[in-house]
């Protein structure tokens, strides 16, 4: 389906504004802009169409959550820690049966 831009009387077409990038794909590139420090926080939110509290939330979110990225290995070896446990169990709920039949003789 073709969209075509409306047209004024005698033909004129009226251009459309260029889409906004979305909240996703500038969050991390405002941030990275600011913390770049290139342009001034203020340029950056204007460029982006953020308002400032919006651009100032996203940059302390990723200095707060920042290391969680690269950095958070207490968090993965607690995750790890926990799954092999929970392997473990699993392993005695799938093996306690077995051996239970062999021991009663019912295998």
Same mark, same amino acid.
């Given at each position: ?10 033909g ?9 990038? +979305?909240?996703q ?5 405002? &941030? ?9 926080e203020?340029?950056?939110?204007? %460029?982006?169409?953020?308002? %400032?509290? +919006? ?6 979110? !990723?200095? &707060?959550?920042?290391?969680?990225l !690269?950095?958070?290995?207490?968090? &993965? ?17 799938? &093996?306690?049966?077995v051996?239970?039949r ?6």
């Open positions: 389906m073709v969209v075509s831009s409306p047209k004024l009387k005698g004129v077409s009226i251009a459309r504004k260029p889409k906004k990038p +979305t909240a794909s500038s969050s991390s590139k405002t &941030v990275l802009e600011v913390l770049r420090g290139e342009r001034s203020v340029e950056i939110s204007r %460029n982006y169409g953020l308002h %400032n509290t +919006t651009r100032s939330k996203r940059k302390r979110l !990723f200095l &707060v959550n920042g290391a969680e !690269f950095g958070g290995s207490e968090e &993965v070896e607690r995750n790890e820690k926990k799954i092999a446990e929970l392997e473990r169990v699993l392993g005695q709920k799938v &093996v306690e049966p051996l239970l062999n021991l009663l003789g019912g295998g």
